[in-house]
Nanobody, 125 residues
Framework: QVQLVESGGGLVQAGGSLRLSCAAS????????MGWYRQAPGKQRELVAA???????NYADSVKGRFTISRDNAKNTVYLQMNSLKPEDTAVYYC???????????????????WGQGTQVTVSS
């Protein structure tokens, strides 16, 4: 069974840094695009950063120059390095994979979108 497991959230002062990790586990054949979303209280979930399987990245304007997304395809893991954090970055951060194909009985199976359980990031002023 494929799942995404996040780690690295926590409490940090404004101006500080955090690094989030998200590891995909299970009988994985391939992972397409991966990304990080966040949802603050009372707000809609929004895309923070995304990265294709080939390494092309995309960022929300609010985090450009402060956050860096990367992935290690050999480890099926995506990272989000967050620097110069601001109180407005406070949210639950969710890892996303837009499609994961997996092995079942020795054959490749077309998968679907997956989400992690979320990790809280709190930035104090």
């Amino acid at each position: 069974q494929v799942q995404l497991v996040e780690s690295g959230g926590g409490l940090v002062q404004a101006g500080g840094s955090l690094r989030l990790s998200c590891a995909a586990s299970g009988s994985i054949f391939s992972i397409n695009g991966m990304g990080w979303y966040r949802q603050a209280p009372g707000k809609q979930r929004e895309l923070v950063a995304a990265i294709t399987s080939g390494g092309t990245t995309n960022y929300a304007d609010s985090v450009k120059g402060r956050f860096t997304i990367s992935r290690d395809n050999a480890k099926n893991t995506v990272y989000l390095q967050m620097n110069s954090l601001k109180p407005e970055d406070t949210a639950v951060y969710y890892c996303n994979a837009d499609r994961i194909d997996y092995y079942s009985r020795g054959y490749r199976q077309r998968g679907h979108e997956y989400w992690g359980q979320g990790t809280q990031v709190t930035v104090s002023s």
